[in-house]
């Protein structure tokens, strides 16, 4: 099997900055992406940015230019970076990674972080 443990949410005021980390562990060969997703209370999880192993990245268009998504590849981990956070930003956060468990079978599996929520209120 696969963990992946999310951690650095918490409380920042507005226009402040947050780093998240997710690093996975187990039954890994490669990972060939790895996300963050947000779900806010009444709303559907939604995807905030994602990179693929090559590097590419894609992001949400509500934080394109405040949020940087990477990754360090040797330690299995996916960071996201967020600047000029807003009161919309709060959430639950989520990563996600796309997990290629044997060098034998390219299958590819789906696992979720347990959540680290980020709140963002004066």
């Known amino acids: 099997q696969v963990q992946l443990v999310e951690s650095g949410g918490g409380l920042v005021q507005p226009g402040g900055s947050l780093r998240l980390s997710c690093a996975a562990s187990g039954s890994i060969f490669s990972i060939y992406v790895m996300g963050w997703y947000r779900q806010a209370p009444g709303k559907q999880r939604e995807l905030v940015a994602r990179?693929?192993?090559?590097?590419?990245?894609n992001y949400a268009d509500s934080v394109k230019g405040r949020f940087t998504i990477s990754r360090e590849n040797a330690k299995n981990t996916v960071y996201l970076q967020m600047n000029s956070l807003k009161a919309e930003d709060t959430a639950d956060y989520y990563c996600?990674?796309?997990?290629?468990?044997?060098?034998?079978?390219?299958?590819?599996?789906?696992?979720w972080g347990q959540g680290t929520q980020v709140t963002v209120s004066s």
């Open positions: 996600n990674a796309e997990v290629q468990r044997e060098s034998s079978s390219r299958a590819r599996y789906s696992y």
């Open positions: 990179i693929i192993s090559g590097g590419s990245t």
